[in-house]
C-alpha cells in the first residue's frame, strides 16, 4: 500500500505564493507519474499538474505560466510551486501516485491540503 501526506495549504492574498508539498511512502516502486489534483464543492477534481516518471509535464491551462510541479525522488516528495495565485485558485489540492503492476495501473491519493485565495 501506498500513503500520501499533503502539507503548505493556507490562506493567501491573491497574487500571493504557497508551495505544496506531497510525501509518499509504503509500497512506492513501480511509479509511473505522480501529480496534483484540485477540487471544490460541486466540482469534480480536476488535473492541475502532471509529472511523469521520465520527467514530462502537464498543466492544467488555467495554471500554466503560474504553478510549477516538480519532485524529489531522494525524499520521495512531489511538489507545487504556486505563483500569482487567484481566487478561483481555491480548492482541496490532492496529490496523486499512479503506481503500474503487472501491466495495470493503481491509483493512491493523499488526505488533500486546503487553499484558500482572498481577493
Known amino acids: 500500500q501506498v500513503q500520501l501526506v499533503e502539507s503548505g495549504g493556507g490562506l493567501v492574498q491573491a497574487g500571493g505564493s504557497l508551495r505544496l508539498s506531497c510525501t509518499a511512502s509504503?509500497?512506492?516502486?513501480?511509479?509511473?507519474?505522480m501529480g496534483w489534483y484540485r477540487q471544490t464543492p460541486g466540482k469534480q477534481r480536476e488535473l492541475v499538474a502532471r509529472?511523469?516518471?521520465?520527467?514530462?509535464?502537464n498543466y492544467a491551462d488555467s495554471v500554466k505560466g503560474r504553478f510549477t510541479i516538480s519532485r524529489d525522488n531522494a525524499k520521495n516528495a512531489l511538489y507545487l510551486q504556486m505563483n500569482e495565485l487567484k481566487p478561483e485558485d481555491t480548492a482541496v489540492y490532492y496529490c496523486?501516485?499512479?503506481?503500474?503492476?503487472?501491466?495495470?495501473?493503481?491509483?493512491?491519493w493523499g488526505q488533500g491540503t486546503q487553499v484558500t485565495v482572498s481577493s
Open positions: 509529472i511523469t516518471s521520465a520527467g514530462s509535464t
Open positions: 496523486l501516485l499512479v503506481k503500474e503492476a503487472i501491466g495495470r495501473y493503481y491509483d493512491y
Open positions: 509504503g509500497s512506492i516502486f513501480s511509479i509511473n507519474a
